[in-house]
């Protein structure tokens, strides 16, 4: 067995990282708008409308509320 398959077979053996907290909306949005703000100062116009994107999509949405008149 070479040297390569040994390192394969130890990792596949450790399996993958642990997973990390789960982030809140308001962290991600934070993130997502920090990044958009960079790609902006950065003049990277299709990144930016990219996060745009990301952003109006991990925004929260309130439907209004049938009072069932």
Same mark, same amino acid.
């Given at each position: 067995? +070479?040297?390569? +398959?040994?390192?394969?077979?130890?990792?596949?053996?450790?399996?993958? #990282?642990? %997973?990390? #907290?789960?982030?809140?909306? #308001?962290?991600? !949005?934070?993130?997502?708008?920090?990044?958009?703000?960079?790609?902006?100062?950065?003049? #990277?116009?299709?990144?930016?409308?990219? !996060?745009?994107?990301?952003?109006?999509? +991990?925004?929260?949405?309130?439907? %209004?509320?049938?009072?069932?008149?």
């Amino acid at each position: 067995m +070479s040297l390569l +398959s040994v390192r394969l077979s130890r990792a596949l053996e450790r399996g993958r #990282a642990a %997973p990390t #907290a789960d982030r809140s909306r #308001a962290e991600l !949005l934070r993130v997502l708008l920090r990044k958009r703000a960079a790609a902006h100062n950065a003049g #990277a116009e299709e990144l930016e409308a990219m !996060l745009r994107d990301q952003i109006r999509w +991990s925004l929260p949405i309130q439907r %209004p509320v049938d009072h069932g008149d």
